[in-house]
C-alpha cells in the first residue's frame, strides 16, 4: 500500500467526445469552465500531482470527473478555480497542501458519490470537518478532499435533551443552538473546532469533570464507510463500530450525524481568569495539586503559563511578561462557585483577576482570539494522573523560556466523571488521566519554525518521565506515528480488527492511521 507521503503524477487525460451525453455536458459547461479558469482544455492534456491509493501513474478523463461535479448538490473545486485556495486552507498554517479534486458536499448524497469517486479511481482521500487538527491531517497533497465545512446543521430536541449536530459544525454552533434551549454537552475550549474530530478522538473541556468526555455523551451516529455504505451506529446498531468511533478518529468511515446527549448548563456560568506572575508559578502549581485532589465535580480549573496578552484587568507593566493563569469554571449554582474557587485566590500575590457570572456560550469563546487561524503550530502532550514537583519544576523552566510571545504550556484538568467510565467501554481508554498537558509552540514566520520546534520537543522529553504514559489522539502532531500505539494503547488489536471489518483497504488513512488486522 501507498501512504499519504508518497507522491504520484496522474495526468487528467482531457478529450472532446464527438456525441453523446459527456458531449453535451461538456457544451453546457463551456462557459463556466472559462470562468473557473479551469486546467483542463478541449483536445490537450493537463497533469497534475496527486497521491493514489494503491496503483502508480494514471488518468482519468475530464468527462468522468464532470459527471462528477454534476451529480453533486455542492461543490466541486479544482486548482485554479474560485473557491480552492479556502477550502485547501486550514487553522495550522503548517500546513500547505493541495489536493487534485476538492468536493464541497451539502449533504450525505455528496459523501457518498464522494467516497465511491475516491475508492474506484483509487485515490488518496482526505476528509475535513472544522479543519482545526494540529496534524492537518485533513489534507492531502495529490488526491481527493471530501470537505465537511459547509454541513453544519444543529438541530436540537429540548423534549428529549438530544442535540442532531452534521460533520461541518463548529462547537460555536453547537452551544449557540443548545443555549438557546439552556442546554449544552461537554466540548472543547475553542469555539472554532470542529465538532465531529473533536469527538472522534475523545473530546474534553469545562463541562467534562461534571459529565464525562465528549464521546461519553455521543448516542449515535451515521457513518459512511469506505464501500460505500451508510449504516447507524450506536450500542444496539454496528455496536462494534460504535465502539471504535469513539476514539478512534477518523479511521473506519465518514460520520454524517452525530447525536449527543445535553444537560441544563447556565445561560451564566462563574467563570474567568485568576492570574499569578511567573515566579510564582512553582509554588502556585504545588497548591494547585493539593488544592485539585478536594475538588468537586462541578468545578474546573486549567492552568496555563504564556506571556500576558494585553488584559484589560492586569496591569500595563504585566503586558507581555511571563504569567501562569488559573482559568476557572464552576458548572452549577455560583455562589456555590465562588466558594470553592476562593482558595485559588490564595496561591500567591494575585496580579488580576477577572472572575464572574457570564454567558456559557461566551466563555466558550473567551479564548479564540489566542487560537485564530493563520499562523505556525506545533504542539506535543503527555497525560498526568498527578503533578509531581520534579514535572512542576521542568514546566516553570520552559515557560519562563519561551521562543515567541504566543507559546505556552497547559494543564487541562479532567479526572471526576471522566475517570469513572469503564476503560474498556470505548477506543478512547484514558480513563486515569487527570490532567492532559500540552505545550503549545506557536509563531508567526517559517524562519522560526526550528526554535519553536525544538523548544517543544525539549520539554515534551524532559517533562516524559513524570508523566503516565498515555497521550490524547487529538493532540498527536504528524511525526508522531510511533505514539498512536501509546493513544490506543491495549485497544489497538481490536481497532485494527474492526478497521479491517469496515475498511479493510485502509481507505481512510490520513488520519492517525490504524492499520486493518493482516
Not at 180 to 192: D, E, W, Y
Not at 290 to 311: F, H, I, N, Q, S
Not at 490 to 507: C, G, R, T, V, W
Amino acid at each position: 500500500m501507498i501512504f499519504a507521503n508518497n507522491e504520484l503524477t496522474i495526468s487528467f487525460r482531457c478529450h472532446s467526445p464527438r456525441s453523446g451525453p459527456a458531449a453535451k455536458m461538456q457544451r453546457n459547461r463551456e462557459t463556466d469552465n472559462s470562468k473557473r479558469n479551469n486546467s483542463f482544455k478541449e483536445n490537450q492534456m493537463s497533469t497534475t500531482r496527486t497521491s493514489q491509493s494503491n496503483r502508480g501513474r494514471g488518468t482519468i478523463d475530464r468527462a468522468v470527473v464532470e459527471q462528477l461535479r454534476e451529480s453533486l448538490r455542492g461543490t466541486l473545486l479544482l486548482p485554479g478555480e474560485s473557491g480552492y485556495d479556502e477550502s485547501r486552507k486550514v487553522w495550522n498554517a503548517m500546513i500547505d497542501r493541495k489536493p487534485a479534486i476538492i468536493v464541497r458536499c451539502a449533504g450525505v448524497s455528496d459523501v457518498l458519490q464522494a467516497i465511491n469517486f475516491g475508492r474506484n479511481n483509487s485515490l488518496l482521500t482526505a476528509v475535513r470537518g472544522g479543519g482545526h487538527n494540529i496534524a492537518g491531517t485533513a489534507i492531502c497533497d495529490g488526491g481527493l478532499l471530501i470537505d465537511l465545512s459547509g454541513m453544519r446543521s444543529v438541530r436540537i430536541d429540548p423534549e428529549t435533551r438530544v442535540a442532531h449536530v452534521e460533520p461541518g459544525a463548529t462547537l460555536g454552533d453547537l452551544d449557540r443552538e443548545a443555549q438557546a434551549f439552556g442546554l449544552a454537552t461537554p466540548l472543547g475550549i475553542n469555539s472554532t473546532t470542529g465538532v465531529a474530530g473533536l469527538t472522534l478522538g475523545g473530546g474534553f473541556g469545562w463541562l467534562s469533570r461534571k459529565y464525562g468526555m465528549t464521546v461519553d455523551n455521543l448516542i449515535a451516529a451515521d457513518v459512511v464507510t469506505a464501500d460505500g455504505r451508510l449504516l447507524r451506529a450506536s450500542e444496539k446498531e454496528n455496536a462494534d463500530l460504535f465502539w471504535a468511533l469513539r476514539g478512534g478518529g477518523g479511521n473506519f468511515g465518514v460520520v454524517t450525524r452525530f447525536e449527543f446527549r445535553l444537560y441544563p448548563v447556565g445561560p451564566g456560568v462563574l467563570s474567568g481568569l485568576v492570574v499569578y506572575p511567573i515566579d510564582e508559578a512553582a509554588a502556585a502549581l504545588k497548591q494547585f495539586r493539593e488544592y485539585v485532589k478536594k475538588l468537586g465535580d462541578e468545578t474546573t480549573v486549567w492552568v496555563v503559563m504564556r506571556k500576558a496578552p494585553p488584559l484589560p484587568f492586569l496591569p500595563a507593566h504585566a503586558h507581555g511578561k511571563g504569567i501562569i493563569a488559573f482559568c476557572v469554571f464552576h458548572a452549577g449554582d455560583p455562589e456555590q462557585g465562588r466558594k470553592a474557587l476562593e482558595p485559588i485566590r490564595k496561591f500567591g500575590n494575585i496580579l488580576g483577576e477577572h472572575v464572574g457570572v457570564q454567558p456559557y456560550a461566551a466563555w466558550q469563546k473567551t479564548f479564540d482570539a489566542l487560537l485564530t487561524p493563520g499562523s505556525r503550530n506545533y504542539w506535543k502532550s503527555h497525560n498526568f494522573t498527578d503533578i509531581s514537583d520534579a514535572a512542576i519544576e521542568v514546566a516553570v523552566k520552559y515557560a519562563a523560556n519561551l521562543p515567541s510571545p504566543q507559546c505556552e504550556i497547559f494543564f487541562g484538568l479532567i479526572g471526576a466523571a471522566t475517570t469513572r467510565v469503564s476503560p474498556d467501554a470505548m477506543a478512547y481508554g484514558h480513563r486515569d488521566a487527570v490532567y492532559v498537558m500540552n505545550v503549545h509552540a506557536r509563531w508567526e514566520l517559517s524562519g522560526e519554525d526550528k526554535k519553536c520546534i525544538e523548544w517543544a520537543r525539549a520539554f515534551f522529553r524532559e517533562s516524559a518521565p513524570f508523566a503516565s504514559g498515555g497521550v490524547y489522539v487529538n493532540f498527536l502532531t504528524s511525526d508522531e506515528p510511533d505514539r498512536i500505539g501509546v493513544a490506543y494503547g491495549s485497544h489497538m488489536e481490536k481497532l485494527q480488527a474492526i478497521k479491517k471489518k469496515y475498511d479493510p483497504e485502509n481507505f481512510f488513512r490520513m488520519n492517525q492511521n490504524i492499520h486493518p488486522t493482516t
